[in-house]
């Protein structure tokens, strides 16, 4: 989303007129407050300086041990395991469900050592995690448990928004994110724990005297007036997603050999990602045929852990020592462009395209 120009000019002017840059201003607060009015009433949302801040942060709030075991999934973006590692704690990655994406209870289990401590699921592309069987994990080991919600926001679980699962969800404000600050993200847990939280992003002030760890996670009034310049649009934005996903599910249900990646039951559907399934050829293809139109779609995303990454040693850990799924699935996806000013006729378009690239296949 782009703000309007003159909307975030006037916010800005005010920023300028008071002399206040960051810090917690007045339009810092003022978008805490309104993102703190989606939670559940027993929910605070803290802003911070990124999403990787958030979950840095969101970890920091269990004191874990330095050196301790944080399972995760090889299948997000890399800010996940990043976040483990500046935390100075290990990232252990648990196989994923073939049909969710999201982190699998069972793999969860089998990865549990003496030395794990925490558990960070993400709601991969929008799609909650099973948050009642890793919360039941989480309780009966006594670990932390911090959901990466940066790709689900405005989805809802059970009629809960998804930021009250967890001992902490940590949100991103970039950018490429719907709602975003330019830079940025947003950290939801208890009133409790918020104070916590807003010690930490200041560098462990309290009162004047650093009493505990810190850094500096603050979010300045720029980017808290991009936030707020955008708000009043988010709701037509989503609308127009919600119609969006309508149109595309309409055409892509008549394409054999592909799948649409839906959402768990009892979720509400994403609002940041639409996503395809089909084996990885296909997918190469479509890719191609959709870039040669100056069409971008995204082939999020690859493993994090395994040859070429910084993670080359671990292993994608399973339950029952199946081969794990993650490695083939990732390949499989394809996100396509979704957002407000995607017409009917891109749609279309966009659809042909697959359509054709699938096909071509087929016949060899
Ligand atoms: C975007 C994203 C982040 C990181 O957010 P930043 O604001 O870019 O630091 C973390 N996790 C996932 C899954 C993301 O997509």
Redesign the pocket.
Known sequence: MLPDPDRLAALTAEALKVGWLTNGGALHLKLEKALSAKEDKNRVASLVS??????MLALGLGDLPQGAEVITTPL??A??SQ?IYWCGLKPVFADVDPVTLTLCPLAVRAAITARTAAILP?H?LGVPCDVHAISEVAQQHDLWLVY?A??AFGVTFDDRPIGSFGDAS?F???A??ILHTG???YITTSRNQAANVRQMRNFGIKAGRAVGKGLNGKMSELNAAMGLSLLPDLPAELAARRALRKTYNGLFREISGIEIHGTRPGASESLGFYALRMPSALREKSYHALLQERIFARDHFPLLCGPDTFWPDSPVVTANGRSPVAPCVGSEIICLPFHGRITQTDATQIATIIAEAVDNRRRG
């Open positions: 990124s999403g990787t801040m958030a979950l997000t973006f800010a996940t976040a993400v991969f990466d940066a790709h940590a991103s404000l970039h490429t994110k830079e940025g993200g």
